[in-house]
């Protein structure tokens, strides 16, 4: 036996210690060299570390949950063994963190016939799948080197290969920690820790001052219509956000104050000069804030570009640790699903955050008469500390006053 023993590696930016996501592999696996092992968490994003040995696995040390310091034993392996078990389907996997601590072999759904290797697919793949019951195995991957992608599993998803391919129940069962008719207990792991934490931080530390606008996007959304009509074809239409977003790097010019950090650990106030504008997106592990660097630099069709292109990264899990950090201030929208009024809570250490309601029709009294308008609100929450109230208000009044009058969003001062 050639014993190898691997340590969590430093996973960057001053990362100490990651939290158990998921084992790819359990005891008594032979994996290839680069073959997915495990994901980690860290404060930033979920991470998947690939094996760097080929051999079989003989300890894993951990379970889902579980926080490892940089350095600390993660698995084992004999690099001398390499072809006399099973290699881990993704299924198998997925069913290892619940024998991982005791080292026991857990059920693998069977492959189909032909299928040889690991499968390869990303983590959110290999989530949903698991979710929704589909072997992985079972699929032909599209993607580089049959790599399945996303809409691999779509197709999966609506033919009758769902049908057919409900073998994970019991391993989806065996993952949790317990279940009844009427109760479930879901653990509170990986990103969905770190939102709760951080909420929690936020909430108690700060003094949320909220504020809340109404403003008449009527105007804007005639520009908008009007751009959208000449976009050219296959090219994404224009939606509010950018709008918003060109709008708000402008106000903050007239209110730098609300584009800071609070740093706690030296009790000072930094203003940034340049807007790098957190985007809130919801996704698949929980609520993520990728940025948009620059934002003040960027015209309205760069910017509608990059937040696409950041939030899709976050969304997919294809988003670099830098994406994930390092706003100065926050938009927030849930799109139709906006309501009328919300308070959304602070990013640290971020000083202002500003939500984004749906836009509706209502009547609204104009020049006398009553008119067809279209609305929006603007809720937005400031740290009562740094920015008073006065300040708070004048900079989402600010920003109404662009968003009625579009066109001054792009006319130089």
Known sequence: MSRHTFKLPDLGEGTVSAEIIAWHVK????????????????????????????GQVLTVNGKPGDVIAVGAELATFDTAATGDAKAPSAPAARAAPAAATSAAPAAAAPASAGT????????????????????????????????????????????????????????????????????????????????????????????????????????????????????????????????IAAALVRALKRYPQCNAHFDAARETLVRHRAVHMGIATQTNEGLKVPV??????????????????????????????EELSGSTITLTSLGKLGGIASTPIINMPEVAIVGVNRAVDRPMVVNGTIQIRKMMNLSSSFDHRFVDGADAAGLIQALRDLLEHPATIFIDE
């Open 116 to 243: 040889a290797g690991p499968v390869r697919a990303s983590p959110a793949t290999r989530r949903r799948a698991q979710e929704a019951g589909i072997n992985l195995a079972s699929l032909a991957g599209t993607g580089t080197g049959g790599r399945i992608v996303p809409s691999d599993l779509e197709r999966a998803l609506a033919g009758p290969v769902k049908a057919s391919a409900k073998a994970a129940p019991a391993a989806v069962a065996a993952s949790a920690p317990s279940s009844s008719a009427d109760v479930q207990e879901i653990p509170v792991i990986g990103i969905r820790r770190v939102i709760a934490q951080r909420m929690s931080e936020a909430a108690r530390s700060i003094p949320h001052f909220s504020y809340v606008e109404e403003v008449d996007i009527s105007a804007l959304h005639a520009m908008r219509e009007h751009l959208n009509s000449g976009t050219p074809k296959g090219a994404a239409p224009l939606s509010y956000l950018p709008f």
């Open 292 to 321: 948009v660097r620059n934002a003040d630099q960027l015209g309205l069709r760069a910017l509608a570009t990059e937040i696409t292109r950041v939030t899709g990264a976050a969304r997919d899990r294809s988003a670099r640790r």
């Open 27 to 54: 005891p008594g696996d032979v994996i290839k060299e680069d073959q997915p092992l495990v994901e980690m968490s860290t404060d930033k994003a979920v991470v998947e570390i690939p094996s760097p040995v080929s």
